[in-house]
């Protein structure tokens, strides 16, 4: 069974939903990803929604579920991150709390917001 599912809420869009309970610090998900120079991607395209920090030098797209992750300004409700590994150019989902099964999965989007959070 997979850990996780998406769904369409009506009001948020896609969210990424726990299918089971996973237990603190489970990697929850593994995703590859395609690095990009910083700036590269124009601010009016819509893959600049999906671009993420990688490193001082360029930015990255995962290429999985952790690019549909919603964002909560509420540390209390983010109950995931992302760790990098650099050799193998992958970012890893870690529960940072045990995550309900039903229960959304959030983190913290690291940047100015570009829209009103729910």
């Known amino acids: 069974m997979e850990k996780t599912r998406v769904v369409v809420d009506p009001q ?34 819509v893959l600049n929604s999906y671009l993420m920090s990688w490193n001082d030098e360029c930015d990255c797209i995962a290429l ?6 919603n964002h909560s300004s509420d540390s209390s409700k983010r109950n995931v991150s992302v760790q990098r590994n650099f050799e193998a150019d992958t970012m890893a989902l870690v529960a940072k709390r045990d995550i309900e099964e039903g229960e959304e999965l959030l983190i913290d989007y690291e940047i100015p917001l570009w829209f009103e959070e729910q």
């Open 12 to 45: 948020k869009g896609r969210c990424v939903i726990a299918n089971t309970f996973i237990p603190k610090d489970e990697i929850v998900a593994i995703n590859h990803i395609v690095k990009a120079e910083v700036n590269l991607i124009p601010s009016s395209s």
């Open 64 to 69: 999985g579920i952790i690019n549909l992750l």
